[in-house]
C-alpha cells in the first residue's frame, strides 16, 4: 500500500492512504482511484470542515462539485462574479462572510456529514497562509463507504 498524492482533482493538497497499485502488461505501477464521486465527496467534506481558511483551488473544486458557474455563486453570496474569480485565483483573500455561507452551501448541496452551525464555520473561515492537507485513506471491506477522512 502507498499513499497518493492526489493532484488530478485540482487540489495540491490530497493524499489518499491505502491505495494498492497495480502492475500493468508493460510491468509499470499504477494506481486506480475508484469511486471518484465518492472521494470528491470526501475531498470536498474535509475542505468544509478543516480550521483554516480555504484556498482558492479548494473554493474552485467546491463551487465545480456544487455545479455552480462563477456568476451564479457570486449572486448567492452577494458579489460579482470577477470576485470569485479573483478568490480562485488566489488575487484576493476570501471574503470570510462569503466563506461561510459557501461551505454551508457545500455541506447542504452535497450532502455532507459535516454537522457544524454557521457559527463554526464562521469561525473556520478566516484567511490563513497555512495551507491545510487533506488526508483519506481508504476504508476497509467492513466499512460503509469507500474513503473515510483521516485529517483536514
Given at each position: 500500500m502507498t499513499s497518493h498524492h492526489y493532484t488530478?482533482?485540482?487540489?495540491?493538497?490530497?493524499?489518499?492512504?491505502?491505495?494498492?497499485?497495480?502492475v500493468d502488461d508493460d510491468g509499470?505501477?499504477?494506481?486506480?482511484?475508484?469511486?471518484i464521486n465518492e472521494l470528491h465527496?470526501?475531498?470536498?467534506?474535509?475542505?468544509?470542515?478543516?480550521?483554516?481558511g480555504m484556498?482558492?483551488?479548494?473554493?474552485?473544486?467546491?463551487?465545480t462539485e456544487?455545479?455552480?458557474t462563477q456568476a451564479e455563486l457570486a449572486m448567492i453570496v452577494h458579489h460579482d462574479k470577477q470576485s470569485i474569480g479573483r478568490w480562485e485565483r488566489a488575487e484576493y483573500e476570501i471574503d470570510s462572510s462569503a466563506e461561510a455561507i459557501i461551505r454551508k452551501l457545500a455541506i447542504e448541496k452535497l450532502g455532507l456529514t459535516e454537522h457544524s452551525g454557521i457559527e463554526v464555520l464562521s469561525k473556520?473561515?478566516?484567511?490563513?497562509?497555512?495551507?491545510?492537507?487533506?488526508n483519506i485513506r481508504?476504508?476497509?471491506?467492513?466499512q460503509n463507504g469507500l474513503y473515510v477522512l483521516s485529517a483536514a
Open positions: 488530478e482533482c485540482g487540489l495540491q493538497n490530497v493524499y489518499i492512504d491505502g491505495l494498492v497499485p497495480v509499470d505501477e499504477l494506481i486506480i482511484v475508484p469511486a465527496n470526501t475531498i470536498a467534506l474535509g475542505i468544509v470542515s478543516h480550521e483554516h484556498s482558492g483551488d479548494e473554493l474552485r473544486f467546491l463551487r456544487m455545479g455552480y473556520r473561515s478566516v484567511p490563513s497562509a497555512k495551507v491545510q492537507p487533506i481508504k476504508a476497509a471491506e467492513d
